[in-house]
């Protein structure tokens, strides 16, 4: 039997080599697929699935956006939640009216981040991207005013002395009521629903198996986040992995419809009819 042969991309994040481990391993049922797996920060995932170069990729939900004609989000694999935002910090506490026509650091152009950031509106001077490790490192020197961090961040940016300006996640839970959507598992439309009904079935074992045998990805995660203290890493995957990374249910459709119909509102990302989700088996 041919074994189909898949590009999947995904970050070196706790919650992502957590959830991938047991796929990449071949602890599931891969259903005859074989995949070539590819770790990078998530922003060059965004970048390559702009390119078209993955057939399965985890991208930011700011990024989908531009994606959607020619990318669909499995149901399963992706970041959601609530208490997951990013946050902005500075040096000095200050206000979020406070940031107008100053320099702020984001971890990239197509990240929810600075797409959650723009619907502020707080009309920065400048936006300087930087690597998303590199953010708080420059806030502490001073050569941004303030930065949106993002993953683990959230958990270590008191240790630079800074302080938090505001939670976008908490911003955007108060306006919506509903989770927020960071990330998704985007697949090429191109494979066809019967291959991205079976992407889905896998990915969501794969969740389902590492959630239910966190031990078995330890050493992997682990060797993926070698500069996170053991609580960091744990810290990071009980709040990414949560049940919307199985499914996003109904709640967390509705999520990113809101999030996605919100910033094409206000200019932020071209407008789509298309679907978002793969439906429902």
């Known amino acids: 039997m041919t074994v189909k042969t898949l590009t999947l991309g995904f970050s070196p994040c706790p919650n992502d080599t957590f959830l991938f481990y047991p796929l990449v391993h071949g602890l599931v ?25 993955p057939d399965v990729c985890k991208v930011s939900c700011h990024a989908f956006a531009f994606l959607r004609e020619h990318y669909v989000l499995l149901r399963s694999g992706g970041a959601m939640g609530r208490g997951c935002g990013p946050l902005v910090v500075s040096r000095e506490p200050v206000t979020p009216e ?30 300087v991207l930087l690597p998303f490790h590199e953010i708080m490192d420059a806030v502490a020197r001073g050569t941004v005013d303030a930065g949106l961090v993002i993953h683990e961040s959230r ?8 302080h938090q300006v505001i ?25 066809g ?10 990915v969501r074992s794969s969740v389902r198996y590492a959630r239910s045998h966190p031990e078995a990805s330890a050493r992997y995660v682990r060797s ?41 509102r206000r200019g932020l990302i071209p407008g ?6 793969l439906p429902c088996p």
């Open 98 to 127: 406070d940031l107008r026509q100053k320099r702020i650091a984001a971890p990239g152009r197509y990240t929810t981040a600075l797409l959650l950031f723009n619907m502020l509106q707080v009309n920065p001077g400048e936006i």
């Open 224 to 264: 993926h986040s070698r500069e996170m203290s053991d609580e960091v890493c744990a810290s990071h995957i009980s709040l990414y992995v949560n049940d919307f990374s199985l499914d996003p249910g109904r709640e967390g459709e509705q999520a990113l419809e809101t999030l996605l119909s919100l910033a094409e």
């Open 29 to 53: 049922d891969t259903a005859g697929f074989a995949f070539k797996g590819r770790l990078e920060d998530v922003e060059t995932l965004n970048h390559l699935a702009l390119e078209g170069v």
């Open 155 to 162: 958990f270590t940016y008191p240790s630079y002395g800074l």
């Open 167 to 191: 939670d976008l996640g908490i911003w955007w839970e108060g306006l919506t009521g509903l989770p927020l959507p960071l990330g998704g598992i985007a697949a090429r439309r191109s494979l």
């Open 272 to 277: 789509s009819t298309t679907d978002s989700y």
């Open 193 to 202: 629903t019967p291959v991205l009904s079976a992407l889905d079935r896998i």
